[in-house]
């Protein structure tokens, strides 16, 4: 029997898709809790027009990120944070920290999940950082951590 899934369902396939059950399993579980639907002439048309607006959507967001990774590829971004002797930081710089100096800066909404250090920041200076947009595209850049306002650094 071929059903269309209405929900992501483990071991058997995404929303959208179609796929083969046996007639039972469909009958007694997956319809009656509304997990997918008998598949007819016009969800055959709804799934394949599903199907070609996921694809033009993955299209936009490859382009936005191919762009965004040309905007990012070699920038560098200020990092401010506060310092105590010797230019060591109070705690280290993470990921978040990171994505918002590239969401001021860039005004772009970037994932802190995205966002890969080199190395752990854990004094003031220049660091290198990747950031992964897409499965296919990724930007290096870097970041440089300054001391805040009101920091004594102590030779």
């Known amino acids: 029997m071929k059903v269309i899934l209405l929900r992501n369902m483990e071991r ?12 039972g399993y469909g009958r007694n579980f997956l319809f009656p809790n509304g997990y997918a639907e008998i598949l007819t002439r016009k969800g055959q048309k709804q799934v394949d027009i599903r199907k070609m607006l996921v694809a033009k959507k993955a299209g936009l967001e490859f382009d936005a990120a191919k762009e965004l990774a040309q905007h990012l590829e070699g920038q560098s971004f200020m990092v401010k944070a506060k310092v105590g002797a010797r230019g060591k930081l109070y705690g280290a710089i993470t990921t978040q920290a990171v ?5 001021i800066a ?3 909404k970037v994932d802190k999940r995205n966002i890969t250090l080199a190395e752990p920041v854990r004094m ?4 290198n950082a990747t950031i992964r947009l897409h499965s296919d ?3 290096d850049f870097r970041i440089n951590v300054i001391a805040a306002e ?6």
């Open 124 to 127: 003031l200076g220049g660091y």
């Open 12 to 23: 058997l396939g995404k929303a959208g898709e179609i796929v083969d059950v046996a007639p």
């Open 99 to 103: 994505a918002d100096a590239i969401n």
């Open 106 to 108: 860039t005004g772009a």
């Open 137 to 139: 595209v990724q930007a």
């Open 150 to 155: 009101g920091s004594k650094i102590q030779s």
